[in-house]
């Protein structure tokens, strides 16, 4: 079955440090992958995505995701977290046997310390 | 640029009631268009999504329904609400397939906070 599974319910971080939230996905054929945040009682917003091409991508507010075929993983990370990136997080990813349909993972809640 | 709108914010009503929560898009036209609900906070369920006027796909069984009367209008409704019909709902768009904006990617709109009492 397609699949989307965000292992960690809550990462803690320190600002100024690296942050990662993980994302593994199982689908078959080739994978659109996508990350969003979500602010309390706000809509999902778009962070990035991939498709194709370079296994890095460069997205919104200084996040960036890596691509990873043989881990099927889609990772999103940032070097230095801010306090105002605390959100929860959303991976996806295309569902390929709908033209239309998106599997999101249950969602990751980022917490960063001043 | 595309826009959405989704309103209302927040609502409270009395089980047995009914609902209409309405979402628009501007600047793009025949989108595919989603509602979704959240739950605790978490995680997203599918509930309906339309790729034309009047065609409503419906992902699970349950106390609501779907319109699209017009081609950028998306409307969620209930003749009698449970409470379990309370949560965060949101409606999304998308580009459809071959569309330069095309590849899936969802726009969300601000949600409506739903408390059923």
């Known amino acids: 079955a397609q699949s989307v599974a965000q292992p960690e319910d809550q990462v803690n971080v320190a600002e100024g440090n690296p942050l990662t939230v993980k994302c593994t996905y199982s689908v078959s054929g080739n994978p659109y992958l996508f990350w969003y945040v979500q602010y309390p009682n706000r809509g999902l917003q778009f962070l990035l995505k991939y498709i194709t091409g370079d296994n890095l991508v460069k997205g919104s507010y200084g996040f960036e995701a890596e691509f990873n075929k043989s881990q099927t993983s889609f990772h999103l990370k940032k070097p230095s977290a801010l306090v105002s990136d605390s959100a929860l997080y959303f991976c996806a990813v295309r569902d390929p046997d709908s033209s239309y349909k998106l599997i999101f993972g249950s969602g990751t809640r980022l917490l960063v310390r001043p | 640029s595309q826009t959405i709108h989704q309103w209302p914010a927040t609502l409270v009503q009395p089980v047995g009631s009914p609902l209409s929560l309405e979402c628009t898009v501007e600047g793009t036209s025949n989108p595919n268009l989603y509602w979704y609900r959240q739950a605790a906070g978490r995680g997203l369920q599918l509930l309906f999504y339309s790729v034309g006027i009047g065609q409503i796909s419906s992902e699970v069984p349950q106390n609501l329904s779907a319109s699209r009367p017009q ?39 601000a949600g409506t906070r739903l408390s059923v009492l």
């Open chain 2, 71 to 109: 081609d950028r209008q998306f409307i969620l409704s209930s003749k009698k609400l449970l409470l379990s019909d309370s949560g965060f709902y949101l409606c999304a768009w998308s580009a459809i397939p071959g569309h330069r904006e095309g590849k899936r990617t969802q726009y969300f709109g």
